[in-house]
């Protein structure tokens, strides 16, 4: 396998890392909110190539797979990227489906599903965030989003590698 386009595009992220960090949530917001326009402009385009791709009928029972493994995934992902943004902003928790506590006294957030579709569309799929030692259900408000609590925060990229025959986890997609 070839990794020099990505090796590039890798490249470029860690180039302007500084310049994402350094960008107001107002600004960010509106990146999403752009992007999320682009991809309504993009999505017959979208699932055509995916399913010419797969050699399916876009139309047909099997072209479902290509709306959800595609715009479906990543338009709930800015959704839900602009939420938690924007409750950042406002000072209170993003949604969070559900909170209890490991034997271990670990905190535990259920985030995925969000909502009776996700339930519906990715049965039996779901996603916790396991919180670090010291996380507290009464003080979790002060360890979501720390990033833009720091007075100076640094920018780092980081790969999600995924080895899934179809699409990434909802929310890994960014």
Do not use: C
Not at 4 to 16: G, K, Q, R, T
Not at 17 to 29: D, S, Y
Not at 146 to 174: D, K, M
């Amino acid at each position: 396998m070839n990794t020099h386009a990505l090796d590039n595009d890798i490249a470029v992220l860690a180039a302007h890392k500084q310049q994402w960090v350094e960008l107001p949530i107002a600004r960010k917001l509106a990146l999403l909110q752009r992007t999320q326009q682009r991809l309504r402009d993009a999505l017959e385009v979208w699932v055509e190539v995916g399913a010419q791709v797969r050699h399916t009928d876009p139309h047909s029972p099997w072209g479902v797979e290509e709306w959800l493994t595609g715009p479906y995934i990543v338009g709930t992902s800015i959704v839900g990227y602009s939420e938690t943004l924007t409750a950042i902003t406002a000072g209170r928790l993003p949604a969070i489906r559900r909170l209890y506590t490991r034997p271990s006294g670990q905190l535990v957030a259920e985030v995925f599903p969000a909502n009776a579709s996700d339930s519906l569309l990715f049965n039996g799929i779901s996603v916790e965030v396991w919180m670090q030692d010291g996380v507290t259900a009464q003080n979790l408000h002060q360890h979501i989003g720390g990033f833009y609590q720091q007075p100076q925060p640094q920018g780092r990229v980081a790969l999600v590698l995924g080895a899934a025959i179809s699409a990434p986890s909802p929310r890994s997609t960014f």
